[in-house]
Nanobody, 120 residues
Framework: QVQLQASGGGLVQPGGSLRLSCVGSGFALDTYAIGWFRQAPGKEREGVSCISDTSYYTDYADSVKGRFTISRVNAKNTVYLQMNSLKSEDTGVYYC?????????????WGQGTLVTVSS
């Protein structure tokens, strides 16, 4: 059974940093591409970044390019999202999911989200 658990969210001031983690269990995470998505209050879920199974390919939403970095350590069944220079518009619940692409319909299995709040 595929299970994903996102963690690492919290309250941070504008300009600050957070690192999110997505831990997989019950399956071989190293054979899956993984994506990060977020959903702000009252808005649709949007793609943030994704990474291929071997880390060879990565993709980012234009809104986070140059600020966010996705990475993975397959030996730890974990995918990370390093978020720097955070802005208020980065606020939302962040989810990880299996699959390649920045559209939610391209992903299959979803974990529970972690809340990121960027506020002074």
């Amino acid at each position: 059974q595929v299970q994903l658990q996102a963690s690492g969210g919290g309250l941070v001031q504008p300009g600050g940093s957070l690192r999110l983690s997505c831990v997989g269990s019950g399956f071989a995470l190293d054979t899956y591409a993984i994506g990060w998505f977020r959903q702000a209050p009252g808005k649709e879920r949007e793609g943030v970044s994704c990474i291929s199974d071997t880390s060879y390919y990565t993709d980012y939403a234009d809104s986070v390019k140059g600020r966010f970095t996705i990475s993975r350590v397959n030996a730890k069944n974990t995918v990370y999202l390093q978020m720097n220079s955070l802005k208020s518009e980065d606020t939302g619940v962040y989810y990880c999911a299996t699959g390649w692409g920045l559209r939610p319909e391209m992903c299959d299995d979803w974990g529970q989200g972690t809340l990121v709040t960027v506020s002074s």
